[in-house]
Nanobody, 129 residues
Framework: QVQLQESGPGLVKPSQTLSLTCTVSGGSITASYYSWSWIRQPPGKGLEWMGVIAYDGTTYYSPSLKSRTSIFMDTSKNQFSLQLRSVTPEDTAVYYC?????????????????????WGQGTLVTVSS
């Protein structure tokens, strides 16, 4: 049974880079049965899909965040990570890593989050000076 756990700083200053890591247990990050996503939820708002990395390292990002976002994997540690550059207070949110079958990626990008089968518990990141 695959499980996910987010880790990283809970406070980031404006203009800096937000960095989070998701540790995968119970399965391999390079197995083809899942793609690995980052999703966030600002206070009082809905879920926002940020990007996905496939088992082979292929990435796809939300167009609204693409210029500031990178997702990459460390296969030796069975982890995938998020970097969000030049953050502002509007980037304050609970950040989730999640996993779903690759064939459902298009639906997830469109907001059909029910296709994500595994979620981390989420981690609150506050952007403030």
């Amino acid at each position: 049974q695959v499980q996910l756990q987010e880790s990283g700083p809970g406070l980031v200053k404006p203009s800096q880079t937000l960095s989070l890591t998701c540790t995968v247990s119970g399965g391999s990050i390079t197995a083809s049965y899942y793609s690995w996503s980052w999703i966030r939820q600002p206070p009082g708002k809905g879920l926002e899909w940020m990007g996905v990395i496939a088992y082979d390292g292929t990435t796809y990002y939300s167009p609204s965040l693409k210029s500031r976002t990178s997702i990459f994997m460390d296969t030796s540690k069975n982890q995938f990570s998020l970097q969000l550059r030049s953050v502002t207070p509007e980037d304050t949110a609970v950040y989730y890593c999640a996993a779903g079958p690759p064939e459902t990626e298009s639906a997830v990008v469109a907001g059909e989050y029910r296709y994500l089968e595994v979620w981390g518990q989420g981690t609150l990141v506050t952007v403030s000076s």
